[in-house]
């Protein structure tokens, strides 16, 4: 047979054979040449991450591991210690009304800054550097994610190297927050003063910082590669490793492999369905952290089927729910819940029973709230009470409607799921028809979502304070914060909680402010419109071979706040 | 031959138009945005995400945000990510080696395994093998990748140690030249077996019902009449035409190599432009996902002219006109 030639010159096997060789050489190739080397192995801890940092300026993301990646490198002015204590970082003392930090009417706050601070290109590190991240936050041109409490700055100023004094328009009770804890302090000399940093390379690679760490690169997708900073204020003791990789391992089942080969040492975030694959793996101990968030059921207050005049599209509040506009009814439910119970079953104990939308540990909480008892005889007579009888099938009518009600969370996730159904069946006892009704996360919280519309009865969500709780009181129980206007979707409308929330945000220092949110704890569990269920936990992950991790973690922080105490 | 080419070459142009809208306006009418995770945060006021929305400009009519970016396509601009604030481009780019490997390398394979089974299929139809084949063939294509994925590192990297879970090279070590190669090998061995895993029956069955096609024609019956080894009949008359028609079908999967597998690249932390596609998908960020799926759209409708062209060049009883 003789071979058919094209115009080119080529036959075709010659032509499909050159084609398949250089395509095969290329995909193999090609990309070798980037494989570069790291320097000899040394001191190295490897912890995984399931997400991939958006960026890493402090202001410009709120998303939880572009602050756990960036925190090794820039700091605050001040940090949260374990024990829910503030702890000067870049300041040398936290100011307060007795040390003279802060004026009588809290309208100034002046901080004291360490002096031995240098950047970790030696450049000293000073309150000029301060006073530069306050223009990069107010830059019209950045991105800033929130300028809570920056934009009620009036003035700044530097009297010297080592003090900034702030003035604000009026009291702004979280200043401890302010250049910390969720933020920190950017290099001026680093960008000149130019305090546009919409594009600036820092954002991803921000290579000069305070931290113990100091950024080397990051492989998009792969790693971000941090390396010990020589000019650290602990050096040459700390931090004990020369290099701490964050590597970005997208399915948490794998990295749980990871860490079984060794591949990984130490791994962040793991669900509570997982806790039982790693218990009981030899050279690898799980770190269980209490964290401020909780589980609970948020009641719709407001008639799901009404319209608010003012706001259309969403119900109004003053048209109350036909069921649940009934606090005897509110009260039925939480009373036919065997809380207890649900986190034995899915959680084996590892976690408690919730009893206020502040944790126990919280500088801020309620002490004296106990959690709410299981009676389900009390339920079915508070039921009785409202007019509800027995009705077929076990579910409870009145005046010819049935007590049908929907509970709706987030799909996917395993944990609620299961909640729900137990939640169902505790509910059924006394006579509440429970349909579960759950939608995409993104759905829920659309603004266009059921909660934020108000045509949903029972939801179900994970939510707690940062350490400051002002925002997350204000923005969850206050009632101008009733959707559209903010995340009320109980839509709780009590003058007494609102003036308790508003004194707690205001009054200077935290002991003034803890009675008022005491109070404001008591009378939003009163409503019976918030039904706290159990606390979360953060639960991370480490090989037996890495030492110097502090036991029992850092609720306010990350699983690597203490990475500069760390060895291998 | 050229005019037919510049001819669907012009066609092409509002097609894609068609797409890149179309595309916009389904993003966009995804409940959520990119602000979705903004919203829910306490820190962020009402009066943040405003100025958050301006400055994206979010708080323009959809339709001019799809001439705007389309404006700046045409100009060679492709954006900046909403996220990351960098440029789409790079963000692509950066990825798309990775996944051209892991691609690339999973086609050879599945080629490599998928044609000889396909022809001894075909060529032993119904025997015990052809059926062996096509049972084991819809068990892989009907496997769930995710699970497979994480069975196959079950066993090959936390049993038996041989490969590691995931990634795509040794995370702090020094590698040069042969090791490097090596290393990298030994990272795509499960990925790729699991892509080869999933695909190799639908080539096999797809070359199997091709080469039966042909099989049974007048001339491969005069070639065995001209008393030809069953090799030579096989390989040199039957195969040959069956696999025009494959060609055509893995011309037309080419556009994977680039938009890569979402779910491999996730089990496997390939850092490939699934990946990429994904997380950017989750967080709303348009800008990305437009500028991977207008690439996607754009290699489709390359490749489809490719695949038409190449079957005009395998075959020459096809002449374009």
Redesign the interface.
């Known amino acids: ?1 003789k071979p ?1 030639t ?1 115009r080119r010159g080529l036959n ?1 096997r010659q032509f499909l054979k050159r084609v ?1 060789a250089a ?2 050489a ?3 190739l ?3 040449g ?2 570069t ?5 040394q001191k ?1 801890v ?1 912890a995984a991450l399931w997400q ?1 940092p ?2 890493l300026n402090p202001f ?1 993301h ?2 939880t591991v572009s602050r756990i990646v960036r925190s090794r490198m820039l700091e605050g002015l001040f940090r949260v210690a374990p024990d829910g204590t503030v702890v000067p970082v870049l300041a040398a003392e936290v100011p307060t009304v007795a040390n003279g930090g802060v004026s009588e009417d809290g309208r100034t706050v002046t901080v004291k800054l360490k002096r031995d601070v240098v950047w970790s290109d030696g450049t000293p590190f000073t309150a000029k550097d301060v006073v530069f991240t306050w223009e990069v936050v107010m830059d ?1 041109r950045n ?6 409490g920056y934009d009620l700055i009036e003035d700044i100023s530097t009297p010297d190297d080592f003090t900034v004094v702030m003035r604000f328009r009026q009291p702004y009770a979280p200043y401890l927050t302010l250049f910390s804890i ?1 933020h920190a302090v950017l290099p001026r000399h680093v960008f000149n003063g130019n305090t546009d940093l ?2 600036a390379a820092f ?2 690679m921000p290579e000069v910082g305070t931290g113990p760490f100091k950024f080397v690169r990051w ?5 971000i590669e941090l390396e010990k900073n020589p000019m650290y204020r602990g050096a040459p003791d700390k931090p004990r490793l020369d ?1 701490l ?1 964050y ?5 948490r ?2 990295a749980i ?2 860490l ?2 060794g ?1 990984v040492d130490a791994m962040w975030n793991l669900l509570e369905t997982q806790i039982a694959e790693l218990q009981g793996v030899p050279d690898i101990r799980l770190l269980i952290t209490p964290s401020a968030n909780l589980e609970y059921l948020g009641l719709n207050l407001s008639d799901p089927k009404s319209e608010d005049p003012n706001n259309p599209g969403y119900t109004d509040p003053n048209k109350p729910h036909p069921i649940l506009g009934d606090p005897r009814v509110r009260r039925a439910i939480e009373l036919a819940i065997d809380k207890q119970a649900i986190v034995d079953a899915l959680f084996g104990g590892l976690t408690t029973v919730a009893v206020s939308p502040i944790s126990p540990f919280h500088w801020a909480h309620n002490p004296e709230l106990k959690p709410s008892e299981y009676n389900p005889e009390k339920a079915k007579q508070l039921l009785e009470e409202a007019g509800w009888t027995p009705g077929p099938g076990g579910v409870r009518v009145k005046d010819g409607v049935r007590l049908d009600l929907r509970i709706m969370t987030t799909t996917g996730d395993q944990i609620r799921l299961q909640t729900e159904q137990i939640i169902q069946r505790y509910l059924l006892e006394v006579g509440i028809n429970l349909q579960i009704v759950n939608v995409p996360s ?2 829920l ?5 059921p909660l934020q519309t108000g045509d949903y009865d029972i939801a179900e969500d994970t939510w707690g304070p ?1 350490f400051d709780p002002a ?2 009181l ?3 129980f206050h009632s101008r914060s009733i959707p559209p ?1 903010g ?1 009320n979707f109980f839509r709780i409308n009590d003058p007494n909680i609102d003036k308790h929330i508003e004194l707690g945000n205001s009054a200077i220092g935290l002991e003034a402010r803890r009675p008022h949110y005491q109070i404001a704890q008591k009378l939003i569990l009163d409503t019976g419109a918030y039904i706290p269920l159990y606390n979360r936990s953060l639960i991370d992950a480490f090989h037996d071979h890495v030492k110097g991790v502090t036991e029992g973690g850092n609720p306010w922080d990350d699983f690597s706040w203490d990475a500069e105490n760390w060895d291998v | 031959m050229l005019s037919y080419v510049i001819r669907r070459l012009l066609e092409g142009i509002p097609l894609l138009l068609g797409v890149t809208l179309i595309v916009y306006l389904v993003l966009i009418s995804i409940p959520g945005g990119p602000l979705a995770a903004y919203r829910s945060n306490p820190r962020v006021r009402p009066e943040d995400l405003a100025r958050l929305e301006k400055q994206l400009g979010l708080d323009q009519p959809v339709l001019v945000r799809y001439a705007t970016w389309l404006g700046r396509l045409i100009q060679g601009d492709w954006g900046y990510s909403y996220v990351t604030r960098r440029p789409v481009l790079e963000m692509i780019s950066e990825r798309v080696k990775n996944t051209v490997l892991l691609m690339g390398v999973a086609l050879l394979v599945t080629l490599a395994v998928a044609v000889p089974i396909g022809v001894y299929s075909a060529v032993r139809q119904y025997s015990l093998f052809d059926h062996a084949m096509t049972g084991l063939a819809f068990m892989g294509y009907s496997m769930p990748v995710f699970w497979l994925g994480l069975l196959l590192m079950l066993l090959f990297s936390v049993q038996l140690r041989w490969f590691p879970a995931g990634g795509m090279f040794t995370v702090g070590a020094t590698l040069t030249g042969w090791e490097a190669l090596l290393d990298r090998l030994r990272y795509l061995a499960l990925p790729v077996l699991t892509l080869t895993v999933v695909s190799t029956g639908f080539y096999a069955r797809y070359l199997r019902a091709s080469l039966l096609d042909v099989i049974h024609q007048d001339y491969v019956r005069t070639a065995w009449a001209k008393g030809l080894a069953e090799r030579a009949v096989i390989t040199r008359h039957a195969l040959r035409n069956a696999l025009i028609p494959f060609v055509t079908v893995v011309a037309l999967h080419m556009p994977q190599l680039f938009t890569g597998a979402v779910v491999v690249e996730t089990v496997f932390a390939w850092p490939g432009i699934g990946r990429l596609f994904w997380d950017s998908a989750l967080r709303f960020d348009y800008p990305v996902l437009m500028g991977v799926l207008t690439i996607g759209a754009l290699l489709v409708w390359l490749c489809n002219l490719l695949a038409d062209v190449l079957y005009g060049y395998l075959d020459p009883r096809i002449r374009y006109s």
């Open positions: 047979m058919m094209s075709r398949g395509a095969g290329a995909a193999l090609g990309p070798l980037r494989l080397g790291y320097g000899q192995m190295v490897r991939e958006e960026g410009f709120i998303q019209d991105p800033v994610a929130s300028r809570a969720r919409s594009q954002n991803r492989e998009s997708g792969s790693f290099k990789i590597t970005i391992v997208p399915a089942e794998t492999q990871q079984k080969t591949q993104q759905v919280f659309s603004k266009s979502g940062d925002d997350f204000t923005i969850l206007n995340w």
